[in-house]
């Protein structure tokens, strides 16, 4: 149980172009989800949470305009990085909350993500 | 704010031995929640064990457990009978009881098994 798929797996796009990746709570409810970035060799970086129903609360220093983040059910929120450069290259990560299941953030696999 | 530090940054085991991960926190709260993650080469991010603050029992899941210290704000993680596919980053995470489910994570641990 508690399965969190993600997709893609891995994209490379062109600078300029706008990248969409779907996270998905596969047997499970998530009320929050959360988009995390890490970098190689380092730890992961709160990007936002992701609320079903309203707005995402971005964390200090990200782009909202940029990242932008929606939950449409409660099975699934989406990440889009508008106006990709290759400073957005990145490993972007997804994780959610079950209702039922106390404190634990279940992870998807993650997407890579390279901007040429 | 809280912060979670891990200490060593590389660890590393003989297959079949034992290790521990350190792990310290910092926080004001009295409830709260701790969590040990695995990250393998694939990068995927394991649940590997949870701790309730207000619990002093230590968890335990097969091979790994914990020694928390509540007192001292310590929670480290044992790996019993290490195996190749424990190898991996480890990072240990902390939660506040209540509505901010958000988690701060410490820096990892990378632990090496050596046949």
């Known amino acids: 149980g508690a399965v969190v798929s993600q997709h893609p797996s891995w994209v490379i796009c062109k600078s300029g172009t706008s990248v969409k990746i779907e996270c998905r709570s596969l047997d499970f409810q998530a009320t929050t989800m959360f988009w995390y970035r890490q970098f190689p060799k380092q730890s992961l970086m709160l990007m936002a949470t992701?609320?079903?129903?309203?707005?995402?609360?971005?964390e200090q220093g990200v782009e909202k305009d940029k990242f932008l983040i929606n939950h449409a059910s409660l099975t699934l929120s989406t990440l889009t990085v508008t106006s990709a450069h290759p400073e957005d290259s990145s490993f972007y990560i997804c994780?959610?909350?079950?209702?039922?299941?106390?404190?634990?953030?279940?992870f998807g696999p993650g997407t890579r993500l390279l901007v040429l | 704010a809280q912060t979670v530090t891990q200490s060593q940054p590389e660890m590393s085991v003989q297959e079949a031995e034992t290790v521990t991960l350190s792990c310290t926190y910092d926080?004001?709260?009295?409830?709260?929640?701790l969590f040990w993650y695995k990250q393998p080469p694939s990068r995927q991010m394991i649940l590997v064990i949870r701790q309730e603050a207000y619990k002093q029992q230590n968890a335990t899941e097969n091979r790994f457990s914990v020694n928390f210290q509540k007192a001292a704000k310590s929670f480290s993680l044992k790996i019993s009978d290490s195996q190749l596919g424990d190898a991996a980053m480890y990072f240990c995470?902390?939660?506040?009881?209540?509505?901010?489910?958000?988690?701060?994570f410490g820096t990892g641990t990378r632990l090496t098994i050596i046949p």
């Open positions: 992701s609320n079903e129903g309203s707005k995402a609360t971005y």
């Open positions: 995470a902390y939660r506040e009881e209540g509505g901010n489910e958000k988690l701060t």
């Open positions: 994780s959610a909350t079950p209702k039922v299941l106390w404190g634990a953030q279940y």
């Open positions: 926080t004001s709260e009295s409830d709260y929640y």
